[in-house]
C-alpha cells in the first residue's frame, strides 16, 4: 500500500501485480502520469490508507514503506495493510528507525547520536511535512494486535565504502555505517 515505490516498481517489472495507494491529488496524478508513461502495470488508487476503500484481500504482499511515521491515527492504516492480505501473506513495512530518527542531524552536531525522548510518541516536525515518532514497541504490539506473526526485523547499516566515498559531501555520514537508520519488518497475516 501506499505509492508503488522502488520495491514495487522492482516487483512490477518482475511480473508482480502491484497496486499503490495514495491519498493526495498531486502524488495520485504523479503516478498516474509515471505509469501512463513507463507502463509498468502498476494499478494506482487514490484512498486514505486508514480509511482504505476495499481493495479484495488476496495479496501475497503488502508494501508499507516510510509511511506509517507520516500518519498521525496510523493503526487503522496497518489494520487496512494486514486485512488486504490473503490468510498466510507477508506484511513488510519500514520506518525511520525511532531509537536514531535525528541520527544525521544530531551527529552532524556532536559528533555522536544523542536521544532525550524515546518512550512517549510526538511529532516531529520536518521541512515538507511532518512526521510521528513511536517506540518500536507501538508498531510491534499493534502486529500483535491484529494476529500477525512477527517473520523477521532488520536494522540495515550503511555500507562502509559507501560512506568513505561520500564522506567529503556528506558530512557526518559515517554515522549511519555504526547506527540504523531504518528499522524494517516482515510479518504474516494469520
Keep these: 500500500m501506499g505509492l508503488p ?10 511480473g508482480a501485480h502491484v497496486t499503490g495507494v495514495e491519498p493526495t491529488d498531486a502524488m495520485f496524478a504523479c503516478n498516474q502520469e ?6 509498468q502495470g502498476i494499478h494506482c488508487i487514490q484512498a486514505d490508507l486508514t480509511r482504505m476503500p476495499d481493495v479484495g484481500s488476496g495479496y501475497n504482499a503488502v508494501i508499507c514503506s516510510m509511511m506509517l511515521p507520516a500518519i498521525p491515527d496510523w493503526k487503522p492504516a496497518m489494520r487496512a495493510c494486514v486485512q488486504a492480505l490473503r490468510p498466510g501473506g507477508l506484511f513488510l513495512f519500514s520506518v525511520n528507525h525511532p531509537a536514531f530518527e535525528q541520527l544525521l542531524a544530531t551527529w552532524r552536531k556532536h559528533g ?49 565504502g559507501i560512506a568513505r566515498e561520500t564522506a567529503d559531501t556528506e558530512p557526518g555520514i559515517e554515522s549511519y555505517v555504526h547506527l540504523p537508520n531504518f528499522l524494517i519488518v516482515a510479518a504474516e497475516h494469520p
Design 5 to 14: 515505490g522502488k520495491v514495487g516498481k522492482v516487483l512490477a517489472t518482475r
Design 34 to 39: 509515471k505509469e501512463r508513461a513507463l507502463q
Design 112 to 160: 555522536e547520536y544523542r536521544l532525550r525522548r524515546y518512550l512517549e510518541e510526538y511529532e516531529i516536525p520536518l521541512t515538507r511535512a511532518t512526521d510521528f515518532h513511536r517506540p518500536i514497541s507501538a508498531y510491534l504490539n499493534e502486529l500483535a494486535a491484529l494476529g500477525c506473526r512477527l517473520r523477521e526485523i532488520a536494522e540495515p547499516g550503511l555500507e562502509p
